[in-house]
């Protein structure tokens, strides 16, 4: 690691010291994001936010003026994905935190979602994740390290029927993150995939459904569209403890890769975790019979 790395990580991760950090965090004008930023000001860091609807962190401006950076960012825009963050490095200097946190939830069976739906859930979700992972790295490395929190899901290791264009994103941004933190690792940056339950934020606000189709219906997929409408999906996931946690990660001189949040994510990607390693060892005799003779 190089000397700038050694400094840069020392500093960070020194205790006993008040210690201001930079965050930039995209979708930061709601849920997790929102909080986050709340959070973060108050504590005293700095915070470059970006949001799709101009004035919405108004207020926070109004409080926190010399400390809150604000950008215009659709994530489906992926031209502008990196000036934008080459605009916060270049403003604000070292950034030590990138939050990639801005995304949706598309629900509907797989044939149910139109093309157009399909897309634009891949172009944010997942594309526009890479983007700005991509797009941070060179200023994290030319720095000599940082942090990436990538905000994935539960569902970046289960899945649920009517949700698999959403599942998609999440296995696939799970998958990105994994191999990149292996490629960067040596220039000190250091990523973390949070993967939170059901929680008490406005993700089912900012759902997206398409257009059922009758055949669906009593199948598992009708099941789950007949516990939204009636508001009985269960939620445990408080909020605010999430993003303490997700905190605490960033402030971490050792940041697990995965932070998994919630009862309900424990439990679920337990299960599906001990199902897989079964159905691996239930065909081991034929995996293993594959490799070329000797």
């Known amino acids: 690691m ?7 990580h020392h500093t960070l991760t020194r205790k006993g010291f008040p210690i201001t950090k930079t965050y930039f965090i995209t979708g930061a004008s709601s849920g997790f994001g929102r909080l986050l930023t709340e959070k973060l000001l ?13 004035h919405i962190l108004d207020d926070l401006k109004a409080q926190h003026s010399d400390r809150l950076w604000i950008a215009n960012l659709d994530l489906t825009h992926t031209d502008a994905v990196r000036g934008v963050i080459d605009r916060a ?19 509907g069976a797989a044939e149910e979602v139109s093309d157009e739906q399909v897309r634009h859930q891949i172009d944010t979700n997942l594309i526009g994740s890479i983007a700005v992972i991509r797009a941070s790295l ?20 289960i899945t649920y029927p009517g ?3 959403y599942h998609a994103t999440k296995w696939g941004i799970e998958g990105f993150v ?12 250091l990523f973390t ?11 089912g606000a900012g759902l997206v459904r398409a257009q059922p189709m009758e055949v669906y ?3 598992p997929v009708g099941g789950i569209r007949d516990v939204w409408a009636k508001g009985e999906f269960k939620v445990t996931g408080d909020a605010d403890k999430m993003v303490d946690a997700m905190i605490t990660a960033s402030d971490s001189s050792d940041p697990p890769l995965r932070l998994t949040l919630g009862s309900i994510a424990y439990v679920s990607i337990h299960k599906a975790l001990n199902d897989r390693l079964a159905v691996l060892e239930g065909s081991k005799t034929i995996t293993l019979s594959t490799d070329v003779d000797r």
Request: hydrophobic share 40%; with cysteine.
């Open 2 to 8: 190089s000397h700038i790395a050694v400094s840069w």
């Open 42 to 54: 108050a504590r005293g860091d700095r915070v470059a936010a970006t949001v799709r609807q101009e």
């Open 89 to 107: 490095f270049a403003d604000l200097g070292c950034i030590d935190i990138v939050v990639s946190n801005a995304g949706y939830g598309l629900f």
């Open 138 to 157: 060179p200023h994290l490395r030319a720095q000599g390290g940082g942090r990436v929190l990538q905000v994935s899901s539960e569902g970046g290791q």
């Open 163 to 165: 949700f698999s264009l």
């Open 178 to 189: 994994e191999a990149v933190a292996k490629e960067v690792a040596r220039f000190g940056i």
């Open 193 to 203: 995939l949070v993967e939170p339950g059901p929680t008490g934020t406005n993700f």
């Open 217 to 219: 219906e009593g199948t």
